[in-house]
């Protein structure tokens, strides 16, 4: 069975400033990953995935994730945020085609 | 509309009571997901749906009952209210086009149990 780790529940940030949002997942079997962004009153939207090829994807907000296979780290992370980031951040992971399994969340506090 | 609706939005019910949160998709997406919210616990799995009239237990699904006699709906029926199911319930669904594995979601029913 597959798990997911965010370690950070919640990562306070200046605005224009880095943030790096972690991720850990544990599976046998190859994986497709991804982080979904939930933002206050919302369902969930995906922000980014990897299923293959590259291990560097990247959204069209700015946000970029790298896949690391020996390190089973998909962390998320952007060079400079904005108050408008300010959100919760869901990893997620599946080994085919139906159930995903999520993690515990991450809340990006930004502030001015 | 298009896409994924659920309702109600809110919804207040009493310890015992049977309540039903619907789930209407637009697109007809084959697969279909309830999740529940808590925090600390991230989004837990309640119940799955391959198809019309296919139906799975997910992580959670004590306490839960679902159908899926259409494509498009796939309500959500929790037979006798229990405050631990207060939370926040949230529809998924998923094509079965292959190369993504997006799902995507409803905007959540908030449901409080007193």
């Known amino acids: 069975a597959q798990s997911v780790t965010q370690l950070d529940s919640q990562v306070p940030v200046f605005e224009e400033a880095p943030v790096e949002l972690r991720c850990n997942y544990s599976?046998?079997?190859?994986?497709?990953l991804f982080w979904y962004v939930q933002y206050p009153n919302q369902g969930l939207q995906l922000l980014l995935k990897?299923?293959?090829?590259?291990?560097l994807v990247e959204s069209i907000n700015g946000f970029e994730a790298e896949f690391n296979k020996s390190q089973t780290s998909f962390h998320l992370r952007k060079p400079s945020v904005h108050i408008s980031d300010t959100a919760e951040y869901f990893c997620?992971?599946?080994?085919?085609?139906?159930?995903?399994?999520f993690g515990t969340g991450t809340r990006l506090l930004v502030s001015p | 509309d298009a896409g994924i609706t659920q309702s109600p939005r809110y919804k207040i019910t009493e310890t015992g009571r049977q309540v039903t949160l619907m789930c209407h998709q637009t697109?007809?997406?084959?697969?279909m997901f309830w999740y529940r919210q808590d925090l600390g616990h991230g989004l837990r799995l309640i119940y799955y749906?391959?198809?019309?009239?296919?139906?799975d237990k997910g992580e959670v699904p004590d306490g839960y009952v679902v159908s899926r006699s259409k494509t498009e709906n796939f309500p959500l029926t929790l037979e006798s209210a229990t405050r631990s199911q207060t939370s926040v319930y949230f529809c998924?669904?998923?094509?079965?086009?292959?190369?993504?594995?997006?799902?995507?979601f409803g905007p959540g029913t908030r449901l409080t149990v007193l």
């Open positions: 998924a669904s998923r094509g079965l086009a292959g190369g993504s594995n997006e799902q995507f």
């Open positions: 599976s046998s079997v190859s994986v497709y």
């Open positions: 990897y299923l293959s090829g590259s291990t």
């Open positions: 997620a992971v599946t080994t085919g085609f139906q159930k995903l399994v």
């Open positions: 697109w007809s997406h084959s697969y």
């Open positions: 749906s391959a198809a019309a009239d296919i139906t």
